[in-house]
């Protein structure tokens, strides 16, 4: 523990739903919520308005049409989520050289390691010049929390949401942990929380009080001994900065489960080709493909195979998540289908030619288990890229994605059916736009990249 509060722990504010509602002026103030809109999506994350209905991220989003069925429902837009948030990764690296991203829109800062803050007024202006600073070059709003530990960071954070800055005086751990819920400290999820409870600990001051035996013997050696020291308010954990990627995978849940092999066939070579522009993107290569299948028992299997050097070929992941399918039996139909890419390295294997199908070695290793839209938390290291061009008659417009006609310029696509395109046109920092309908195939209307939240001139 530091006798300073100089450990600082951001945390975006309903990161996608507030980056739909900054570029959609329509949207202020309104419930938003952002993830798979097919029958089997779930909720990425909910703005707070939708918050009130009870949407919560990892919700099936059929639950959460039923509990605000007046939001707007929209499609992620991943690559301008990674923009923002490199932009916000910017300006924590100004403030020290160790920052700990945990994901797209959360991360640790250790502030005395940057000589930005040595005690509580330093550390309590950096925090504010800093949620200033984001909200210049972003447009958005998030809260931080300024503790002597990483645990208390994160709480104060999550205290001090939305919108706020809270910070934890050293010293006054215990008694602003007592009254809160065991469910506040890491680690403790609802498993752990409901043998807890069973046993009448149902707040931190119940962990302090039982001790550090008593612990022990209801959930383990490892766990017991944590939950106390952290219910003392201790955690000793370094902010560190390397926590590069172990892995790249991509994966697809299907809204009807698929029974044609050879669809099944092509999905998997689909998902291939985008691991590995993911890859490209990194500038890394892997030696070991993965492939997930979940079959329509909700029964899930991973096959991998380890190539005899690293590579980012295309033909080499797809030929080799190919062969992996082979031993899978999927006759009773697929409703999710991943590739995946581990043990990576900086550099490719030249000699690529033919190299899967010599000497290939077959490991079990799992794939990510992910939702059919990454999670808020889940980190995101590289940048999607477009999928490549597809005729006109096959073009999708998703709801949420930007979009810009000849005549009327940039705007979103509020929805799409029937072979009609409904469109409302207007960009961050306009009015509220006016909405339109096209036929799909209509000439003037193409898909667009994102606009910036902030122009250059503001």
């Keep these: 523990m530091r006798p300073a509060p100089t450990i600082?722990?951001?945390?975006?504010?309903?990161?996608y739903a507030s980056v739909e509602q900054a570029s959609k002026p329509s949207l202020r103030g309104k419930p938003v919520v952002v993830g798979g809109l097919g029958p089997r999506g779930v909720v990425a994350t909910a703005s707070y308005e939708a918050r009130r209905f009870g949407v919560h991220s990892a919700m099936p989003m059929a639950q959460a049409r039923r509990l605000a069925p007046n939001a707007a429902y929209l499609v992620p837009r991943f690559s301008l989520y990674r923009t923002i948030s490199g932009q916000v990764m910017e300006l924590l690296g100004r403030l020290s050289p160790l920052v700990e991203p945990l994901s797209?829109?959360?991360?640790?800062?250790?502030?005395?390691?940057?000589?930005?803050?040595?005690?509580?007024?330093?550390?309590?202006?950096?925090?504010?010049?800093?949620?200033?600073?984001?909200?210049?070059v972003t447009g958005l709003r998030g809260s931080v929390g300024l503790a002597g530990s990483k645990m208390?960071?994160?709480?104060?954070?999550?205290?001090?949401k939305p919108d706020g800055l809270v910070l934890i005086e050293p010293g006054t751990e215990r008694d602003l942990l007592a009254p809160m819920s065991v469910r506040t400290l890491p680690g403790v999820g609802p498993a752990t929380g409901d043998h807890l409870r069973r046993a009448g600990m149902t707040t931190v001051a119940h962990l302090a009080e039982a001790g550090e035996d008593e612990l022990v013997r209801l959930v383990g050696r490892a766990h017991g001994l944590s939950l106390y020291r952290m219910a003392l308010g201790l955690d000793e954990r370094p902010v560190v900065s390397d926590r590069d990627a172990k892995s790249v995978s991509v994966e697809d849940t299907f809204d009807v489960d698929l029974h044609d092999r050879v669809r099944v066939r092509a999905e998997v070579d689909r998902l291939a080709e985008r691991c590995v522009r993911r890859l490209r993107e990194a500038g890394r290569s892997g030696r070991t493909v993965v492939l997930k299948v979940r079959r329509y028992d909700f029964s899930t299997l991973t096959r991998s195979e380890t190539l005899r050097g690293p590579t980012d070929d295309v033909s080499v992941v797809r030929e080799a998540a190919g062969r992996l399918l082979e031993g899978v039996n999927t006759t009773g139909g697929v409703r999710l289908l991943g590739v995946g890419v581990t043990a990576l390295a900086d550099f490719t294997q030249e000699d690529l030619f033919a190299q899967a199908a010599a000497g290939a070695v077959e490991t079990p290793l799992p794939l990510p288990d992910e939702p059919t839209v990454a999670p808020e938390r889940v980190p995101l290291p590289v940048t999607a890229v477009p999928a490549p061009e597809t005729s006109r008659a096959e073009r999708r417009f998703p709801a949420g994605h930007d979009v810009r006609h000849a005549v009327h310029g940039p705007g979103w696509v509020q929805g799409s059916g029937a072979r009609r395109v409904t469109v409302r046109f207007e960009q961050p920092g306009s009015a509220v736009g006016r909405v339109r309908t096209f036929w799909l195939d209509d000439p003037d209307l193409e898909p667009s990249d994102p606009l910036p939240l902030v122009s250059d001139d503001t």
Excluded: N, P, Q, W
Aim: charged fraction near 30%; charge should be negative.
């Design 152 to 160: 208390l960071a994160k709480i104060g954070s999550e205290e001090a």
């Design 104 to 136: 797209l829109d959360e991360a640790f800062v250790d502030l005395e390691a940057g000589g930005t803050a040595s005690d509580s007024a330093s550390a309590r202006a950096t925090g504010e010049r800093l949620r200033a600073d984001i909200l210049a």
């Design 8 to 15: 600082l722990h951001l945390d975006m504010d309903a990161f």
